[in-house]
């Protein structure tokens, strides 16, 4: 039985390590606070109807604004591209601007899972991805945020478990301390082989 398909939000998470200048948040802002009855009914906050309107404007004003900087700093070109895929949805925008962040660096490595996780995840182009993820790893053969994505992508996606656990050892390997690795690594396990990885041993005491 194969894990159900969550790369893109296992990405995320990685790519705020690997690339802070993507500013790409896992999931839903934790600090976002829902509006409740107590909330609404407060003198200070404003009616529902203003909300969605200044809401509205940003949508329009926020993508205007990113695309300019993206003309004078290269690295914009995520940011916007983030904005046109998760808030606009705007889906052809957003492909564009993540070959163009490519096309800028082709040796971000980033860049490259971003986009295999975008064609994986809207466009069903496997075998496209497929070729990003092999170019990343060949970029960075060492790095545990390129083999960890592949590893997820190749289990999730084309159901090759051997393979994936190859490259989650190759990770693993290369980072032995390494935390969101070794989680990465030991849940794989566990939903593919009901077995978790041994345990380390302990760490010694500090010196005096």
Known sequence: ????????????????RIAPRLRIRSGRRSGSRRSSPQSAAHPTCAP????????????????????????QDPDA???????????????????????????????????????????TEERQDLDAAELLFRRAIDTAPFSPDTLCPAAEFLCTQRGDAAAAKELYERAV????????????????????FGAAPPRPPPLPPPAP
């Open 77 to 119: 070109l995520a940011d916007l591209a983030e904005f046109q895929w998760e808030t606009l949805r705007q889906l052809d925008d957003a492909e564009a601007t993540l070959r163009r962040c490519l096309a800028s660096n082709p040796r971000d490595v980033a860049a490259m899972t971003e986009l295999a996780a975008f064609l």
């Open 48 to 71: 529902r109807p203003l909300h969605l309107a200044c809401a509205s404007h940003a949508c329009v004003r926020a993508p205007r604004a990113t695309e300019r900087r993206a003309l």
């Open 1 to 16: 039985m194969h894990r159900r398909a969550c790369l893109w939000p296992r990405l995320k998470a990685r790519a705020r």
């Open 173 to 192: 390997a290369a980072a032995p301390c390494d935390g969101t690795t070794l989680c990465d690594y030991a849940q794989f396990l566990v939903e593919e």
